[in-house]
């Protein structure tokens, strides 16, 4: 009997390439460079904490109600090792020089600032000076007056005085009325004192003539003071806003423009002052101690009255 041949069987094994493994490794690269960072952070921070910072975080995790209560210093110590920004390396100057980099400003210096603002404030007053007298030789019934206005920069700002001659008053005798020409004048004035944002302050003044009741019922402070007031009347009649008064002064006879004569007519005359702005912020700190006292004695001697707003004071003495 012959065997029966087997067939032979050929295997055929195919191979097959690799397939993806996905994205499981990326994420664990990127949290072993996040374990890294932290640890990395870790020690830097460890680094930078003084030894005392380190004792107050240990305390803090075993009793942090009690930190929490009392309070702890930080972890900027400047005795940190290492230190806050700054050309010296310490957080006492963190200004970077304007030399090294051109387009930084340079720190502002308050008191070159306030300097450049009473110089804007100083150029300001003397154009307005210029503006006024220019004014007065353009027109012809001012120009007529041109003796009579007086115009100075001071220390409070722009002076403009308007005084009496011998026969060109100012006033009615002993009358706080108007002569028209001096209605002409103020009108003139307070249109232009609109072209500045200064404030001002009016004073009446008078000579030393006393009153022949002896100023026991109306004195020359009353008189100086109601002419002041009305000088303010006509210059917002004339166009000036009446938020620009801050202050209306009665001074009688006490700052005489002639002292060598106390009679003299000239002494009789209206201040008008436009207010630099330090005159101006003293005004308004001082004026609010007298506007709290609401017309009452002050002190010996002194009375405040409060006329539209402004401020006249009043020493209690006669004369003319």
Request: glycine fraction near 10%; avoid cysteine.
């Amino acid at each position: 009997m012959v065997a029966e041949a087997r067939p032979i069987v050929v295997k055929r094994i195919k191979k097959v390439a690799g397939g993806h493994h996905g994205g499981a490794w990326k994420i664990a690269y990127a949290d072993f460079v996040t374990a890294m960072m932290a640890f990395f952070l870790l020690m830097w921070l460890l680094g930078s904490t003084t030894k005392g910072d380190l004792k107050g975080i240990a305390d803090y995790f075993a009793t942090p109600l009690k930190v929490a209560l009392e309070g702890g210093s930080g972890s900027g110590d400047s005795s940190s090792i290492i230190k806050g920004g700054g050309k010296d390396l310490t957080r006492d100057s963190g200004q970077v020089s304007k030399a090294s980099n051109p387009k930084i400003k340079k720190t502002i210096d308050l008191k070159e600032a306030k300097a450049d603002l009473e110089h804007m404030d100083l150029e300001r007053l003397k154009l307005l000076k210029s503006q006024i007298e220019h004014a007065i030789d353009a027109n012809p019934v001012l120009k007529q007056f041109k003796k009579q206005m007086l115009l100075d920069i001071t220390t409070e700002g722009l002076r403009i005085q308007i005084v009496d001659e011998q026969n060109r008053p100012m006033f009615a005798s002993a009358r706080a009325e108007l002569e028209p020409y001096t209605k002409d004048i103020l009108h003139a004035i307070g249109q232009m004192l609109n072209n500045v944002p200064n404030r001002i302050s009016l004073t009446g003044h008078t000579d030393a003539t006393p009153y022949a009741n002896g100023g026991t019922s109306y004195s020359n402070w009353e008189l100086s003071s109601d002419r002041a007031n009305a000088a303010r009347r006509e210059l917002i009649a004339g166009g000036m806003d009446e938020g620009k008064v801050l202050r209306v002064v009665g001074m009688a006879s006490a700052i005489p423009l002639d002292k060598s004569n106390p009679y003299d007519p000239v002494n009789r005359r209206i201040s008008i002052i436009v207010l630099n702005k330090k005159t101006e912020d003293a005004i308004v700190r001082d004026g609010a101690v007298l506007n709290a006292s609401n017309g009452k004695e002050v002190s010996a001697g002194l009375k405040v009255n409060t006329v539209a707003g402004a401020v006249s004071v009043a020493p209690g003495k006669s004369a003319q």
